[in-house]
């Protein structure tokens, strides 16, 4: 009874209080009930997916929001997991329990291969760059088509669990478990490093800080939260094809990471969860299924241009503000910091420039 | 086979150094990754096919027309949409995207997605060494040679030009000395998607139009602009020579190199980074923060 007690006011007075912390913890809980209250197979599946590109647009952030090496080829990573875990599980006919991993791992290669290519270019430079590696591993395959399926791609795997519900719990949890991880690894030391790099490479290296390892280092992890749910997709839809390489798919991870507001980790996911049902339900309509992705272009093009950090920040800064004197958030109605106990309200348009100047990339 | 490669090689660099060169000046003045670049030369192919089969205007007309829409359209979007998140560079990304997005839907809801054809400009063609070239193909070559001749003039002895150089060389001391660098801009995005738009009509009568003949030269030109260095205009109208050779000898020599023209061509762009990671004939800038 004390503990239980003791969790409730915790929950209270931790998260109850800010906004932002109340939805995550609401999200994360309606994520989990879901299937026992609605179990749609229809909707099950948009979700599934939605999971699935959650994480893939996450990894995109660690690497693009917070080191600022934006990647134009995130799908890469992706396609790897789905060609490595499909051909593994089909041609060594191993357990999708053991592919997930091992595409995870050969996709980890890929990023340190990427990263190491990558290590002397910046800015406008490593995006472009970093465009090419899928489609030169796309004209790969299909040059080789006995070995890659060639347009088809690679079908007949076996899913991980026999229903919807157990496909949706799989990929849901792993979802959670690597988003908050990469949150966690965003928000450690570490985090602050890649800040430091993104902000200022130069200035870092002066300070001591092994830039090329640390590159490196979030080059491997993005890429293998990226193989992973890469190899989520591949055994989900049963089919690892070219599309897993595409520029398209490449371009999506990046309008949802920006959508979203990068440097955030949460941002990408949320653009994500609202941007992929959308487009799903919009195409749902016999008028709008043609113009379904015109939609979804408009609809990016005027929240950037109301909103050019990107959704969540946006609506987090209206939401709380930061308190002047020790720097921790509050709800936007307070007048006086719930910690420190500071007047908010005379210092609220100086929070907001400071936060303005948080950028990707070098201006 | 030799001359088919000389000659193929070379038609198809003169098509990428239009679109390279454009990508390149945008870049170098404005700073902006124009993903759309492409998607306004799928645009201008387009008008240029309605024009041609729909009203019996002539090549000529239906020519200048739609270069003409396509760039006051470019200089519209760049209004809209681009300028008031110019200090955002990522925002600005991701705009040209949807942006390219915007006009690929489009067409594809006008036209359908199926390929469509337009008659040749000039029919017939003439024998050299020993191949045969169609004259469509060497209309192309002197458009593409006569535009790069033009931007040439433009940028070296007009006053616009030396704006235009100025303000690609610093931005905000051009501002300083009283230039319009907004004005500037806009007349550089003019200036690129004109010849975009130009690449695009000529090029339409051999290719096929489709909603999706933005993405494979807009991967060309990506790999083109970084291989010749960004924002250096001798750069590229090498590097599109350089690719353009180079998917023309792997077309021709290698089995199934159909698919990996692509590849090769970005292969070659990655082993210059590796090597030269300012490309062939980046300048250096200096750090920008």
């Known amino acids: 009874m004390y503990w239980l007690r003791r969790a409730w006011a915790e929950i209270r007075n931790d998260v109850f209080v800010l906004p932002s912390r109340t939805l995550a913890l609401a999200w994360v809980i309606g994520l989990l009930l879901l299937p026992a209250v609605y179990s749609d197979a229809y909707v099950l599946r948009i979700l599934t997916m939605t999971c699935i590109f959650a994480i893939f647009a996450a990894s995109w952030d660690l690497l693009a929001g917070y080191t600022g090496q934006v990647n134009f080829g995130h799908a890469l990573f992706f396609g790897a997991g789905a060609y490595t875990s499909a051909l593994l599980s089909l041609k060594l006919g191993l357990s999708p329990w053991l592919t997930l991993p091992a595409g995870a791992a050969v996709a980890t290669l890929f990023g340190f291969v990427v990263g190491y290519l990558c290590l002397r270019l910046r800015g406008s430079y490593l995006s472009l760059a970093t465009l090419a590696f899928p489609l030169i591993a796309l004209g790969l395959l299909f040059a080789f088509p006995d070995f890659s399926g060639g347009e088809l791609g690679i079908s007949g795997l076996r899913r991980l669990a026999a229903t919807p519900t157990g496909n949706y719990y799989i990929a849901a949890i792993s979802m959670l478990v690597i988003v908050f991880a990469l949150w966690l690894v965003a928000d450690s030391n570490f985090g602050i490093v890649l800040h430091a790099i993104r902000d200022d490479e130069v200035a870092a290296r002066a300070s001591g800080i092994n830039t090329p390892r640390y590159k490196l280092a979030v080059f491997g992890i993005s890429a293998a939260a990226a193989g992973f749910a890469g190899a989520l997709f591949a055994h989900y839809l049963r089919v690892a094809g070219p599309s897993t390489l595409e520029v398209a798919l490449s371009f999506q991870v990046v309008i949802w990471g920006i959508f979203g507001g990068v440097a955030t980790i949460y941002g990408p996911v949320a653009a994500v969860f609202i941007l992929y049902p959308l487009t799903e339900w919009l195409g749902s309509f016999k008028a709008f299924g043609e113009l379904r992705l015109l939609i979804f272009a408009v609809v990016v093009l005027l929240v950037l241009l109301f909103m050019p950090r990107g959704l969540a920040p946006w609506m987090r800064d209206k939401a709380e503000t930061l308190c002047p004197r020790c720097k921790q958030r509050n709800i936007f109605y307070r007048k006086v910091c719930r910690l420190c106990g500071a007047g908010l309200k005379a210092h609220a348009s100086q929070s907001k420039v400071a936060g303005a100047q948080r950028l990707v990339g070098h201006q | ?289």
Request: glycine share 10%.
């Open chain 2, 1 to 289: 086979m030799l001359q088919d490669i000389l000659v193929t090689g070379l038609v198809n660099g003169g098509v990428y150094a239009l679109l390279a060169i454009g990508f390149s000046l945008i870049f170098g003045v404005a700073r902006i990754v124009n993903i759309a670049h492409t998607a306004f030369y799928m645009l201008a192919a387009y008008c240029f096919y309605t024009l041609l089969t729909r009203t019996g205007l002539g090549f000529l007309l239906s020519g200048l027309i739609s270069v003409g829409a396509v760039t006051l359209l470019s200089m519209l979007c760049y209004r809209l949409v681009i300028e008031p998140v110019r200090e955002h560079e990522s925002a600005v990304l991701i705009a040209t995207i949807a942006l390219a997005l915007v006009f690929q839907e489009l067409m594809l809801f006008i036209f359908g997605g199926n390929f469509l054809g337009i008659p040749s400009t000039l029919e017939g063609g003439m024998r050299l060494f020993g191949v045969s070239i169609p004259y469509q193909r060497l209309l192309i070559l002197a458009v593409a040679a006569a535009m790069l001749a033009l931007v040439w003039f433009v940028l070296y002895h007009t006053r616009l030009g030396l704006a235009i150089r100025a303000t690609a060389n610093d931005l905000e001391v051009a501002n300083l000395m009283g230039m319009n660098v907004n004005r500037v801009a806009m007349a550089t995005v003019a200036l690129s998607v004109a010849l975009a738009s130009v690449a695009g009509v000529v090029v339409a009568p051999v290719f096929v139009v489709d909603p999706f003949m933005w993405l494979a030269p807009l991967v060309t030109m990506l790999a083109i602009v970084v291989l010749g260095g960004l924002g250096s205009l001798k750069g590229s109208l090498i590097g599109a020579l350089i690719i353009g050779y180079v998917e023309a000898i792997t077309v021709f020599t290698v089995p199934a190199g159909a698919y990996l023209k692509g590849a090769v061509a970005l292969l070659i762009m990655v082993i210059v980074l590796l090597v030269r990671p300012e490309g062939l004939f980046g300048v250096v800038f200096e750090e920008e923060r």
